[in-house]
Each structure stands twice: as C-alpha cells, then as structure tokens.
Nanobody
Framework: VQLQASGGGLVHPGGSLRLSCAAS????????MGWYRQAPGKERELVAA???????YYADSVKGRFTISRDNAKNTVYLRMNSLKPEDAAVYSC??????????????????WGQGTQVTVSS
C-alpha cells in the first residue's frame, strides 16, 4: 500500500492550496481517509476526514476554510485549503482506515500513512 501526498508549497496568508493523496495497493473506495498535520514542536492533529461514503469531519480550526473530497475513480483524496493562515503551516500527511463507513478521528484506527507534504504560509 502506498499513499503519495503532493501539492504542498509556499503560499501567502489568505492564499489557497490543494493537496492530493494518491493511493495504490488498496481497494480505495472502501477506505476512510484522513488528513493530519504536524507543525514543529506541536502534536499531530487531525485536520479533516472523509468516510468511504463521503461523510466528512473538520477540525474547528479549519471549518469553513478547508474542504476534503475524494475521487474513487482516481484513488485520490483531496484537501482544498482556502484563506490560509500562518498557523496552518505544517507537514500534512494522509492516512487510510480499512473498511470504514464512518469518518475516523482516532489516529490509532488508521492502518496506512503516507509521507508528508510541507505547507508554508508566509508573507
């Protein structure tokens, strides 16, 4: 199983980015997916999650600004990030939870993790 995250970069405050996580080696449509982030010196936190059926969860800090979505035909989950703030800067990683029809918010329930992609928000 491989989860390949991409789309990170440097953006000004107020800007937007779209992260992608391409999955291979699994039956993507049956997996719940999540995006986590970790900033230096801070704990890893769940940003957004999506169930196999498309139900979503967002951390309070990103509600109204971030959108998680999935394209099962492309085995890819996305994270659209708008109105980015300096405090959104972190390494963003995607994760997959096997055979889950609900959103997964516990990191210990994810079976697979991808490498991170760096998001920097700075003027």
């Amino acid at each position: 199983v491989q989860l390949q995250a991409s789309g990170g970069g440097l953006v000004h405050p107020g800007g937007s980015l779209r992260l992608s996580c391409a999955a291979s080696g699994l039956t993507f449509g049956s997996y719940a997916m999540g995006w986590y982030r970790q900033a230096p010196g801070k704990e890893r936190e769940l940003v957004a999650a999506i169930s196999s059926g498309g139900s979503t969860y967002y951390a309070d800090s990103v509600k109204g600004r971030f959108t998680i979505s999935r394209d099962n035909a492309k085995n890819t989950v996305y994270l659209r990030m708008n109105s980015l703030k300096p405090e959104d800067a972190a390494v963003y990683s995607c994760a997959a939870a096997r055979s889950r029809h609900t959103v997964v918010t516990n990191p210990y329930e994810y079976h697979y993790w991808g490498q991170g992609t760096q998001v920097t928000v700075s003027s």
